[in-house]
């Protein structure tokens, strides 16, 4: 590419010029990939915390569920009394320009969409532990869906990094070079001639 630039001072103004915006640019995407990473590791830790207490809700929650079904018998007619939770909203914050989805749960009071007389403990022992289930699957949802958008963000941030390091820094760089080598060597050959005219003139002038 820099055999077809013609070395003339107006472009090797523009080569400085864009070399200097693709270091810059470099500097910011490296910027920006770093602290998405960080931000995406303390999640991914978040994560793996609850990932941990998730499951032993579950196990729980399950073992009640099972010890209910054992003492009332299958309970999905008393399931059916649980109503619809529509209590989620979803926005937004962020960081360096990636969207990061924060979920806010208007939690509903506890309490027992059922009647005690034809219920007992265990089932109420397997509500309780549904309902910390789904609180901590909204936290994990949220934190999760954060992890997926930040690594994909710093994947497209790690390619511009590279074709910028790579592929545009190193070819402007051999532009501003040829160029500037073409030019100082314009300038040596109009030293040279400007030398050799000005001897001429000195001696057609003595002579």
């Known amino acids: 590419m820099a055999d077809q630039i013609f070395p003339t001072k107006g472009n090797l103004i ?3 010029k864009t070399l200097g915006l693709c270091r810059l640019g470099y500097d910011l995407m490296d910027r920006k990939r770093n602290i998405l990473i960080r931000e995406m590791m303390a999640l991914i830790d978040k994560a793996k915390e609850l990932r941990d207490s998730i499951e032993g809700t579950y196990k729980q929650a399950y073992a009640a569920l099972q010890d209910a079904n054992i003492t009332l018998g ?3 007619k008393i ?3 649980v109503p619809i939770d529509n209590g989620l909203s979803v926005s937004y914050r962020s960081v360096m320009g990636v969207e990061i ?10 309490f027992a969409p059922y009647g005690f007389y034809a219920t007992n403990s265990q089932l109420d022992v397997a509500y309780v532990s549904f309902s910390k289930v789904k609180d901590m699957t909204v936290l994990l949802a949220e934190v999760e869906n954060s992890i997926y958008r930040l690594a994909k963000a710093i994947k497209k941030a790690q390619r511009r990094a590279n074709a910028l390091q790579n592929i545009l820094i190193p070819r402007y ?3 501003v070079k040829t160029i500037t080598d073409s030019l100082e060597e314009k300038d040596r050959e109009e030293f040279s001639r400007l030398k050799v005219i000005k001897s001429y003139k000195q001696k057609k002038s003595a002579s």
């Open 14 to 16: 523009n080569a400085k």
């Open 74 to 76: 299958v309970i999905d």
């Open 79 to 81: 399931s059916d009394s």
């Open 101 to 110: 989805p924060q979920i806010s749960y208007e939690q509903p009071k506890r």
């Open 173 to 175: 760089s051999d532009i």
